[in-house]
């Protein structure tokens, strides 16, 4: 069967066909070498049959024009005289023009009208044929009663029965939440039956029963509480997870049954009511033993669990408190790091998740994603990864989210000012034995016109260094008695207004068990793995690499041979995954020692550009995805959109694409449900852009959303910056250095090109004159 669409009009109102081919060999014997249209239309709608007869030529009137249906004749036309229409069609057949006196229009199309049409006329040879398909909206045929009471520890089978063309679907919720089946709920009869065993009180509330097609849905809900309990006393109307609006009022049942006058008490995340001033006058626990709180600010968001003051029962809902987001708190003076990486803040709260931030500087609107080395961050700060003398200025930031914005921040005048520079810089490495001491020496000086900075010391994890074995003088720190907890790496902090610099040390305590692998470091690829790192230990130890799916308690441990090698590479792994990773060493002295780890997704294996496939013009495809946005979540970034508003009767399937620098590639593994209008990217690269789209499926087609981009900035830090300012000195002498053998280098092959071109030179001319080279060949 082939099927196309169009569309038409009359009397000025828009009509939609969807029409159908058959081919004649499928309608019998007497109908051979002819096609039947297929035409569909909805209960209470019209639908036009446009009848193209095989006239004589120069005649273009049909005579005697007959419709019939199932062999019998409904409407006729014969010369100038009115129309005959049979009775159960009066009033609803009309020609559709004057012009077109063979197509007719049904209106008020009714369920019974389905079945097969023809026409002809007694000038024409021709009787085309129309199968008419009429889609019913749902209608119940059986339903629960609206209020059913049970005893806890009762089955019970909810049934709901619908009919409609198409078939309509059943869908059950409970309060307002799709049932999910487990151990004791199940869903039968292709879902029309939903069975509850072992009923207990996290099984009562609202039963909604959904049947839908193409032509609407309808509901209905039943209760489902209990008759009596047996025991102590049972919370039977236990408060339910909420999502309401900033300044909105909200209320949590809390139902005991049998009914006393026993007291319930309630806690915003495990503390009593009472014991929070910012509810007071806003919160009341009511007399059924309900919470009421007006009006909700952005605080009272959390998890509030009404317990029986007995302690037989308590329950427990989450109250989720959405509002436009807002800049929470503006500082009138930021500094930034003269040709460093600094950060403007832009201290930002916001339920839903921001999605988007922007910036004025000097009352002129800023866009970063056009500006070299300027990025928005995930937190809405703005990120400059080199700062000079033209970012000083006046900034105001505006963030906004799902609910909109609260307005602008104020104004922040950004300063650059130089930061501090170390003077003195511990060594790369101390090396000392048990018991001895080790003195590490640090100290910075601040920049004209900036504060003396404040020097610390400090281990790799950001713990401060201390103890009874510390001295500290000045800026330099000395323990004694060393042991082999002391081992690890330690950082020399100085910090100002303007920004922090930080210079690392490693001390090592020798004659001792082997301390844990440090620096490990993983590259990956969408199957293997290549691992480095540097030794806890001087002296001779084995490795051993571990590892295991993040989802997974197997782990795998693989020996590293050679033993005096700090690499290794391992394959064999499932692209799209997160690994842990961890290397283990042992030497004859104790024990293996394992270092924290590393965790490390392998890339998703894309589909091959030329997998993609493309949209056939000749199959009908659902209407695009609408709204298309990507947010920043802890777990990933998460694309959502909205169904199509256009033939989404079409949709079978969304898919998601994606593109870098390249073509467009498939992102999703497997198709994603209709019923499902979102999607967690993760594993995406730090430092790239990317471009995505979703693409709605029919059987033979698709259609795109719009196209979103998202810049992913590299994860830069003051910290991370500022580590070098310490290697200022030798990193330019480097860069002069090497720029001087590049230039030599540049010289010596400009000479060598010049006696080339010469020698060829001459050799040509000798070639034409006759003279030749005592050095020529």
Known sequence: MIRSEGRGNRDGVALDFDVSFVPGWLLGAQDKGKQAIFLTAKSGEFVVFNCQLDLPVGVDTPLDLRWSKEDKTIYSLADEKDPWVAERYKDRILLVSSYARSSINLTSVRESDGGWYSCGASNSNSTPRFRLIVNTPPRFLVTPEDMIRINFGDAIILSCQAEGRPAPEIRWYKDASPVEPSATVGLFNQGSELRISDIWQQDLGDYTCIAGNTGGQISHTSTLTTVSVKGPPRIVVPPTNQTTLEGEKVRFPCEISPASNLTV???????????????????SAQRDGSLVINPVTSEDSGFYSCEIMTGSDSAMAYLNVEYPAKVTFTPTVQFLPFRLAGVVQCSIKANPPLQYVTWTKDKRLLEPYSIKDTFIMSNGSLLLTKVTQEHEGNYTCTPYNAQGTQGSSGPMEVLVRKPPVFTVEPDSLYQRKVGETVEMHCDAQEAEGTQKPNIQWQLRNGDAVQGERVTMSKANISISDLRRTDFGYYQCVASNEVA?????????????????????????????????????????????????ESSSMEQTSVPVIPNTTTMTTITGLTPGTDYLFQVSAKNTQGDMMTNVGVTMPTPLQPAQEDDVPRPSDDGPKPGPPLGLTITDTSLGYLLKWQTPSEKVDLLQYYSVRYKTDSGWRILNRDDIDPADTSYLAKNLVEGRTYHFRVMAHSATSFEPSNEVKLSIPSSITHDDTAALVGDNSLFIGGILLIGAILFVAAIILSICAIRICNKRRARENGKIYGIHSPNSI
């Open 265 to 283: 008490e309630w806690t915003h995340d495990g503390t009593s009511l009472s014991a929070l001033p910012s509810l007071q006058g806003r919160a």
């Open 500 to 548: 922090t610099i930080v210079s690392a040390t490693r001390l090592v305590v020798d004659g001792t068990l082997p301390h844990a692998p440090h620096n490990l470091t993983a590259n990956c690829t969408e199957t293997t793995v290549t691992l480095s790192w540097l030794p806890g230990y001087t002296y001779k130890q084995d490795y051993v690499i571990l590892y295991q």
